[in-house]
């Protein structure tokens, strides 16, 4: 639904945005799309990144609770893309 997060949980009143992300080994590099920044930045705690680590191997995971001031350091990549159409009169 294009939201910024994958999942809601929420009991009574409380509620956290989870976004999960996958890796297949220990470590490497994740990536949020801006939609996803711009939520975690404004839900802070209440948005937590949920990555599975060594898919390969042994499956585990990782979370972070207000991702963007974590030990996590994200930088802005931006990138141009060129989209291509085809178009006909009826």
Not at 24 to 40: D, Q, R, W, Y
Request: with cysteine; charged share 25%; aromatic share 16%.
């Amino acid at each position: 639904m294009a939201c910024g997060f994958d999942f809601k949980l929420s009991k009574e009143s409380n509620f956290y945005c989870i976004e999960v992300k996958g890796l297949s080994s220990n470590s490497g590099n994740v990536a949020l799309t801006e939609k996803e920044f711009f939520i975690a930045n404004e839900l802070k705690d209440k948005y937590c990144l949920f990555v599975v680590v060594n898919f390969v191997e042994k499956p585990t995971h990782q979370f972070f609770f207000d991702p963007l001031n974590s030990r996590l350091n994200f930088k802005k990549i931006e990138r141009q893309l060129t989209q291509i159409n085809y178009s006909t009169s009826i």
